[in-house]
């Protein structure tokens, strides 16, 4: 939507006019209780039945109940890479809400607020486009006043059926969908909300709009958000047992497998702490089926001793830790991207690990099939690292193909004839265990163990042999780097300026590129999913532009580069590799990222940096 | 879409190298195993330690009870008597300190196939891991947890540990402990253990016959067995030795061990105490409760694969 609009604000009267747009980004902005993440999720779920693109951005409190919260939904007929820098629509529920958000409004931007609630300010009459809509007093006007303005929300979502021409069948059948097995008056007043909203006249309403038709995609589109995406990821790899502790935002994966596990056969155990929680997950992978165990913030510190001894004995577990603010208890309802290091290096000695961070909400999904196959094809720990980010925001995407996905990986516990698990002399140098149960002809049974051990798994003080150990820990990953596929850049594989990111930044770079590129800057951008160990090749791809800068949110350091450009720099010596972060818990806005990487191009020519 | 490096189908289902197929064997083709064939290295423990006789009358009840290797899983945390999976030829785990209880419910609930014997001293169950201890009593996860208690830390060369009994003087407490020492059969009934028994490593019979009747209680079973400690802590359970002078006296027949009130009494008695079975109920376990909930949520997609089953759902997701 690009109406900039900015002389008359205020309707002339007469019928709004209808434009025809290719995306709109909304943000509605209320307190956490009015089921504003409803609305968004209604227009989310309703852009994946109509083949649109979604994404969506949320910001929670951290209050148990109450306090201001946004929802923001970006829908386009084509490619969606981020949730939008700057907001088309602005729905305010309340003073706050209004003040505090008017400002992510583009210029002309239309912010339509609830005068039972809103006082709109005149200094901004002139800059944005002011619809106001009694949507309270409405609401309890079309219930039949019971005096509570429960419903608002979907009155509202009416309003914005109206405004951007949405699809009503469609929303109706949803709300029934989201409301069945309620009473039945509860889907009653639903519907007498939308359509009280949706027949609102909104005089004051200068245009009304349409998306162009979204192509039509291969496969259906699914909705849901990264922790879902993730969890479901797990239970296609064939995991079949979990345990945790509940923390924000972790919860959500193990609300989601305790309930969805039994229908598999299987069971998600909820502990008396982190510590529990990890060790049952690896005394459960050790049984012969590959669990997970997850948690966010100060719950992974927690579970890094028992993650090193899974290194040590070469166990196969998969540790989802969805990033939040730290360090400590930090920000725990933000993003932030400084779990790295914890992921590649917490705990104490060599202990080598896999960390894999998937770039959006469907390679949540994937992901995890990867963890879990990485796992046990290298016997080791795998962290999958998500953020807050994509934990919490909601895209469509290609249903995965089930049944080619969904795997089987109950151990086999047909007997053997003897059996070293830490054999140094294997082809491959990769561990192999038997799951307890399996008998061993020849009677010599492996131990698993912490303690620096021989082929069989027994303690030994030989420095020899933890030489040779430490050896086959360490290249076992070696080896795995060599089957990662190497990165390929969005955008040119030559230019002046390459940012590099991971995780939840993919989305954002990428439109950066395309922005730039458009404005002719030769800026392209890396994505690394598999962080340890790297991809191979890395400095062939470093080597076609004049700057690298890594993009991340977290913070510079002591030394000022964040914590994936201080490993790249460790790894390649190359000290064209640069640092832009940054931690004041939101995610990148592309505007930022471009400005960033500029002024520091800049710099650095200026000889400044 | 996204490219997965490792794809299932290079994998085979389970992590082990295969070999030459071994011929299957019935349990009745078989006979019960020796001592010389559960044995396996050669106990790392100071000569007259008490877990010894632990650890022989464990050999004992395999023997008798004919279990064979594959079919039981020794798991431990960290302490001398911790040392226990690797002088027993059978799959094992030598876990992290105080977290063995954990490890060994993720063993027992994912696999109802196998007898899960723990072991461990009184730092690991009750010092480090004590949370553990609480909360695997209460949900009563079946397996058998015998806590060898020597009332110090003997790994690290003597120092208080949470059942050294106040005055005792070692070199964290030079003068003499001071702080309350924990019951281990007051904590085990008031956390909700299903099974207590308190046995001594100078009663073999009754070690025997405690460990049998743990092993046949389906639920969390714990055995504090007494386990002296020769070289920080030596002649500590005299008093409970007839050989050294002290009484071993067993709870009576008149005990009714499904009473929680009277094993609680009974637990307070000052040392030596009784030994015996203090305290037994039947409430369901865990993997019970958790293979019910299963089998409930199994009757709603039966005759489903996995991928239908989870089809199902995503279909209610777009």
Request: proline share 6%.
């Amino acid at each position: 939507m690009s109406d900039t609009a900015s002389a008359n604000l205020t309707a002339p009267g007469g019928p709004p006019k209808l434009t025809k747009i290719s995306e709109a980004v909304i943000r509605i902005a209320g307190n956490s209780q009015d089921g504003i993440q409803a609305i968004g999720g209604f227009l989310a779920r309703l852009a994946g039945r109509s083949e649109q693109e979604v994404m969506t951005f949320m910001t929670i409190p951290s209050t148990i109940s109450g306090g201001p919260s946004i929802f923001q939904v970006r829908v386009g007929s084509g490619e969606v890479l981020s949730s939008g820098d700057e907001a088309d629509m602005l729905l305010a529920f309340y003073q706050h809400s209004y003040e505090d958000h008017i400002s992510s409004l583009k210029i002309g931007g239309i912010v339509l607020y609830d005068s039972d609630h809103v006082e709109p300010k005149p200094e901004w009459q002139e800059t944005y486009r002011h619809v106001g809509v009694q949507i309270s007093g409405l609401t309890v006007e079309a219930i039949g006043g019971t005096g509570r303005d429960k419903g608002k929300n979907i009155y509202a979502l009416g309003l914005l059926a109206k405004i951007y021409d949405l699809n009503v069948p469609k929303l109706t059948k949803l709300i029934e969908e989201r409301f069945t097995g309620k009473d039945a008056s509860v889907v009653a007043n639903a519907l007498t909300c939308f359509n009280a909203g949706y027949s609102n006249s909104l005089e004051n309403l200068l245009k009304t709009y349409q998306f162009y038709p979204a192509e039509a995609k291969a496969r259906p589109q699914i909705v849901m958000n990264g922790n879902e995406a993730l969890a479901f990821g797990l239970i296609a790899a064939g995991v079949r047992f979990g345990a945790g502790y509940p923390i924000t935002p972790w919860s959500d994966i193990m609300e989601l497998l305790r309930r969805e596990l039994p229908k598999y056969g299987g069971e998600f155990i909820q502990c008396e702490d982190e510590l529990a929680a990890v060790s049952m997950a690896i005394g459960a992978s050790y049984a012969g089926r590959v669990a997970v165990t997850g948690s966010s913030g100060p719950g992974i510190s927690l579970k890094t001793e028992a993650i090193g001894w899974a290194v040590m004995a070469e166990i196969p577990l998969v540790v989802v830790d969805v990033q939040r603010g730290g360090p400590s208890t930090g920000m725990p309802t933000s993003i932030e991207q400084s779990d790295l290091n914890i992921a590649c290096f917490g705990g104490h000695g060599d202990s080598p690990r896999v960390v894999i961070a998937p770039a959006n909400v469907e390679e949540c999904f994937h992901a995890a099939i990867e963890a879990v196959n990485i796992a046990r094809k290298y016997s080791t720990p795998v962290l999958l690292l998500t953020d807050q980010g994509i934990a919490t925001r909601i895209e469509a995407f290609d249903e995965p193909d089930l049944k080619a996905v969904c795997q089987d990986i109950s151990p086999d516990l047909t007997a053997v004839q003897d059996h070293k698990p830490y054999d140094l002399n294997t082809t491959d140098g990769i561990t192999r265990h038997l799951a307890p149960g399996t008998r061993v002809a020849s009677g010599k049974y492996p131990v698993v163990t912490g303690l620096e051990h021989d082929e069989l798994g027994h303690p030994t003080g030989s420095p020899t042999l933890h030489v040779k150990m430490n050896a086959k820990r360490r290249n076992k990953l070696r080896a795995l780097s060599w089957e990662l596929p190497v990165p390929k850049t969005y955008g040119p594989d030559e230019g002046q300026i390459l940012l590099v990111g991971w995780g939840s930044a993919q989305g954002p770079l990428r439109e950066a590129v395309d922005r730039a590129r458009a404005v002719g800057d030769a800026v392209s951008c890396l994505h690394l999913r598999h962080l340890n160990p790297l991809p191979n090749d890395l400095e062939k791809v470093f080597r076609g532009f004049h700057h690298i800068f890594v993009v991340e949110l977290n913070d510079e350091n002591l030394y000022g580069f964040g914590q994936l450009a201080a490993i790249l720099r460790g790894r390649y010596c190359d000290p064209r590799i640069r640092s832009i972060t940054k931690t004041d818990g939101l995610t990148w806005k592309v505007k930022e990222i471009l400005d960033r990487s500029r002024t520091l191009a800049q710099a650095i020519k200026s000889g400044e940096a | 879409m996204t490219t997965i490096a490792i794809p299932n189908a290079v994998l085979p289902r389970t992590t082990r190298t295969s070999g030459e197929p071994v011929p299957l064997l019935t349990d009745a083709d078989r006979k019960g195993l020796t001592k010389k064939e559960v044995a396996a290295d050669h106990p790392t423990w100071c000569p007259g330690c008490g877990d010894f006789s632990v650890l022989a009358l464990y050999f004992k009840l395999i023997e008798r009870r004919k279990i064979w290797h594959e079919k039981i899983t020794t798991v431990a945390g960290i302490g001398c008597s911790s040392r226990f999976p690797y002088f027993v030829q059978a799959h094992g785990a030598h876990y992290i300190h105080g977290r063995a209880l954990p490890f060994a419910s993720g063993v027992s609930l994912s696999r109802p196939d196998l007898h899960v014997f723990v072991f461990g001293g009184d730092g690991d169950a009750f010092s480090i891991g004590g949370n553990h201890f609480n909360h695997t009593a209460r949900k009563n996860i079946k397996m058998t947890y015998v806590v060898m208690d020597n009332f110090v830390y003997g790994l690290t060369k003597k120092q208080t540990s949470p059942t050294s009994p106040i005055g005792f003087k070692s070199k964290t407490d030079i003068w003499g402990a001071v702080d309350q020492p924990i019951n281990p059969l007051k904590q085990a009934i008031a956390a909700g253990a299903t099974f207590v028994a308190r046995t001594t490593h100078t009663n073999a019979n009754h070690v025997l016959q405690m460990m049998e009747a743990a092993m046949d209680h389906d639920g969390f079973s714990f055995i504090e067995c007494l386990s002296e400690c020769i070289e920080f802590f030596p002649a500590a359970f005299d008093a409970s030795n007839p050989r050294k002078g002290g009484k071993f006296d067993l709870i009576g027949p008149e005990h009714d061990v499904t009473d929680e009130m009277a094993a609680y009494k009974l637990a307070d008695e000052p040392f030596p105490g009784k030994f015996g079975i203090f305290y037994k109920n039947n409430r369901p376990t865990k993997n019970k409760l958790e293979a019910d909930i299963i089998t409930n949520s199994r009757a709603k997609v039966k005759d489903l694969a996995d991928w239908q089953i989870l089809q199902k759902t995503f279909d209610r997701m777009k």
